[in-house]
């Protein structure tokens, strides 16, 4: 379930998702990039991140921050899980704590060295109510954030990222500083702080999704090859290279070998030994 956060909170904060899963089984999750940083809240049983040859078994924090991935990370389930995702804006992260992005990037961090210790009150809070009064709690949560925080300018990236979202990620970095008016050094520098990412591989990301948008919604007839050109890929060679750099398999094997459960978030099967 997908719930969009209170209306002042939109600029910081894209999505809440609410993901649960009865299954006990081990099961294999794969975490990409969005574009997005986000926050995961486990309310029932830890995550774990590693399970060695000889079954060993290295569990993620309760809740955690992770940042924008150039690749991707798997993780597993063995027990019947209950998430919450705090999904950011790209720049969403840097306006509320005003540090760089990149000091999170392709990093997972317990939440308690992120924000204060009030997130520990909420993580027991979240995992006693229902899902409308965790929205409320979340609400409440990162309003809590914004009031003691003075307000950045944001004309830069947000002008940008509006560029960079109409057009799905298919432009020239010429194509952005015609547009912005600023350096290429300028704005990398700007991406890097404020999103973790250089304007170029954010906009490859952004590609990315707009064509698993069109995978999504393809009719029978649509064959790969048309998706893969008007997603902004010169060809299928191109598509398939970048889509396994960004998620570890092919454009098949997600479609048929793979269960989405968020935009930057598959189960991939079988899951059988490690």
């Not at 904060?13 to 997005?36: C, M, P, V, W």
């Not at 690749?71 to 919450?84: A, C, H, P, Q, R």
């Not at 830069?156 to 057009?167: Q, R, V």
């Amino acid at each position: 379930m997908q719930v969009s956060p209170s209306k002042e909170l939109t600029s910081y904060i894209k999505h809440y998702l609410f993901l649960d899963n009865k299954e006990t089984a081990i099961q294999k999750l794969r975490l990409f990039s969005d574009g997005n940083t986000g926050v995961v809240f486990s309310l029932k049983s830890k995550l774990i991140s590693e399970i060695s040859n000889d079954e060993v078994k290295k569990y993620l924090p309760t809740s955690f921050l992770y940042g924008q991935l150039h690749g991707f990370k798997d993780i597993y389930s063995e027990n019947e899980t209950s998430l919450i995702i705090v999904v950011f804006q790209p720049n969403g992260i840097y306006q509320l704590l005003g540090i760089p992005a990149t000091e999170f990037q392709d990093s997972i961090i317990p939440v308690e060295e992120v924000f204060d210790q009030k997130v520990a009150a909420l993580q027991e809070k979240l995992s006693q109510q229902n899902n409308q009064a965790r929205v409320e709690l979340l609400n409440l949560f990162f309003r809590s954030l914004i009031a003691a925080k003075s307000i950045s300018n944001q004309s830069i990236i947000n002008n940008s990222l509006d560029f960079i979202l109409t057009n799905k990620g298919d432009f020239s970095v010429k194509q952005l500083i015609e547009y912005t008016g600023y350096t290429e050094r300028h704005l990398e520098r700007k991406f890097k702080e404020c999103i973790g990412l250089n304007p170029k591989k954010f906009g490859n990301v952004i590609r990315l999704h707009h064509f698993l948008k069109l995978l999504k919604n393809r009719s029978d007839a649509t064959n790969l090859t048309a998706i893969c050109y008007d997603a902004g890929f010169s060809d299928q060679s191109h598509l398939i290279k970048d889509f396994r750099k960004h998620t570890g398999i092919s454009p098949r094997e997600y479609l048929f070998n793979s269960r989405k459960l968020a935009n930057n978030l598959i189960k991939t099967f079988p899951v059988s030994t490690f």
